[in-house]
């Protein structure tokens, strides 16, 4: 079992930038792949960038592509999203969570609130 928590939200200015960290406890946190997903006021929650395992393969959605940079750092259990060039539509719950199975997050942090201010 993995129990996450995100830290590094806050308010920010448009055009201002971010560091969400997600620390995972356990010994096992290389183990999985990891990702990074937000939920907005009166929305579905959707994916935002996920990382492999070993570090491999940062993927993000068109939508932030470009402006957010997922990275891990497993000596230290942490998961990391680098968010710059933020837009007011970029507001939400930041969550973490850990992929179990192909297309599958079976582990959720309790989200930490980014607010973008135009």
């Known amino acids: 079992q993995v129990q996450l928590v995100e830290s590094g939200g806050g308010l920010v200015q448009a055009g201002g930038s971010l560091r969400l960290s997600c620390a995972a406890s356990g010994r096992t946190f290389s183990s999985y792949a990891m990702g990074w997903f937000r939920q907005a006021p009166g929305k579905e929650r959707e994916f935002v960038a996920s990382?492999?395992?070993?570090?491999?393969?940062?993927y993000c959605a068109d939508s932030v592509k470009g402006r957010f940079t997922i990275s891990r750092d497993n000596a230290k259990n942490t998961v990391y999203l680098q968010m710059n060039s933020l837009k007011p539509e970029d507001t939400g719950v930041y969550y973490c969570a850990a992929r179990v199975a192909q297309s599958y997050y079976g582990y959720w942090g309790q989200g930490t609130q980014v607010t973008v201010s135009s």
């Open positions: 990382i492999d395992r070993s570090g491999g393969g940062p």
